[in-house]
């Protein structure tokens, strides 16, 4: 919607002079297929906008969200203050972001994923099946593909007009096998912001699609055993982390980590890092949904805490520094993680292949739920486990692996990670996580 960036006199005419008022325009086109039992069923093709108007009348918050065009901007900003007089809740913020030079630059346009159409996606998807059959004669799989092209636009009273274009494909693969009778399928996605292959991706879950075939086994698991936990079950115990690590809770002293200031929180010096710039990263913008230009925050340096991540309500609230990290999300605007880095300070490069290999009596994880609260402690149960020994993943796990702890030991016990990465839960990208220390309480 142009009518944000090309009209940012005509928006301040709408309301009076000394209001402070933003705009915010979100637009996306998607195409997509399915490729299923041998045929292409289905065809995506959206093109949607959602405008977000956010204004401050006194201490006040209002907003309106609307999806496509069906109001005019005069009456999303009527709807807007009609909020802000019905808005019992006071706000941080006294003014919205300026324009800054050292907006970041990172790369997340690929101008091959806009040109494409729905004949180049259908020859992407057969592409990938035509890999997949070459790799794993037999198996049987149902691909869905889908490219994007998202167009961001902000402007606010404070004379900030930006915007930026950002691309995405994202691959969705479900793979069956027939063994002994039986049918075993396992499905897996990825996304990227370039032109991909895919080729690990496909990889790690032919392996998983393989071990799903192995015979079961029931263990009695005990510390002898190393554990493996896979990118999604990290991510999951991240998000949490994320949650406790929130300057609300801190200074409420709700969240464990107020008591743990200047204390080593992680046994092991690991290190989080959220960055919002970095290239082909699929969260990185060079600002976030406030105009705020994005940077790299460390969270955790060598154990220690060290920052949160902020909106603008948050900087203002608890005087800290901006970190680039609001996300509109549901019509409301808060923190968000961006790009999630975890490294051990001083460990070899190790792949996951590798990683399975040098582990003589472990269980590999590949999925799990994990339930965990504001105080750290967690609940884990898997279905999806295999026993790994003398470097080769030889069964799977007959009964669900259920065990408890809390996610300040669990992380600060993670002896490994590994180089090669993938999706997690809330669109990280994350390793794989050796622990050779599990406690299975």
């Known amino acids: 919607m142009r009518y944000f960036i090309d009209s940012h006199d005509k928006i301040l005419e709408i309301v009076n002079s000394n209001a402070n008022i933003e705009c915010y325009n979100f637009n996306n086109r998607i195409l997509g297929k399915i490729f299923c039992n041998g045929d292409f069923k289905y065809i995506k093709h959206e093109n949607y906008d959602k405008n977000y108007i956010r204004l401050l009348d006194g201490n006040k918050m209002g907003q309106c969200c609307v999806a496509g065009n069906i109001l005019s901007i005069s009456q999303i900003i009527e709807r807007a203050i009609m909020s802000a007089k019905h808005n019992n809740d006071v706000t ?8 800054t030079d050292d907006y970041p630059t990172p790369k997340i346009y690929d101008e091959n994923i806009d040109r494409m159409n729905l004949s180049d ?23 869905a593909c889908e490219s994007e092209v998202k167009n961001i636009k902000i402007v606010n009273s404070s004379g900030l007009a930006q915007g930026y274009k950002k691309t995405g494909i994202h691959m969705s693969v479900w793979l069956k096998k027939e063994r002994n009778g039986q049918l ?44 493996i936990l896979a990118p999604k079950i990290l991510g999951q ?31 092991n010096g690991l290190c989080i890092t959220d960055s919002g710039c970095d290239d082909w990263a699929v969260n990185s913008s060079p600002f976030d949904d406030e105009g ?109 692996l259920k065990c408890s702890g809390n996610v300040f030991e669990l992380l600060g016990y993670i002896d490994q990670l590994s180089t090669d990465k993938s999706i997690a839960k809330g669109n990280m990208y994350l390793p794989y996580a050796l622990i050779n220390n599990f406690s299975f309480k």
């Open 121 to 143: 996606i259908e020859q992407y998807i057969l592409k990938t099946k035509s890999y997949i059959q070459k790799k794993a004669p037999g198996v049987e799989c149902d691909i």
């Open 292 to 400: 705020v230009a994005t940077r790299t925050t460390q969270l955790f340096q060598n154990g220690y805490y060290k920052n949160s991540i902020s909106d603008c309500e948050t900087v203002e609230k608890y005087h800290v520094y901006p970190t680039g990290n609001a996300r509109k999300k549901n019509g409301f605007t808060m923190p968000f993680n961006n790009n999630v880095s975890i490294i051990l300070p001083n460990q070899n490069e190790i792949s996951f292949g590798r990683m399975v290999k040098e582990t003589k009596r472990g269980i590999y994880m590949a999925m799990a739920n994990v339930d965990c609260n504001i105080r750290g402690e967690f609940a884990l149960s898997s279905n999806n486990a295999y026993i790994i020994e003398n470097g080769e993943v030889v069964a799977k796990v007959g009964d669900i």
């Open 92 to 99: 941080s913020i006294s003014v919205f972001p300026r324009n």
């Open 184 to 227: 075993f399928t396992i499905y897996d996605k990825a996304s990227s912001l370039k032109i991909d292959d895919f080729h690990e991706f496909i990889g790690q879950i032919l392996n998983e699609l393989e071990w799903e075939t192995l015979e079961l086994k029931n263990i009695i698991l005990d510390n002898s055993y190393s554990v």
């Open 237 to 267: 115990i991240l998000v949490t982390l994320y949650s406790m690590n929130s300057y609300q809770f801190i200074s409420q002293k709700v969240s464990p980590i107020s008591k743990l200031i200047d204390k080593q929180i992680f046994a």
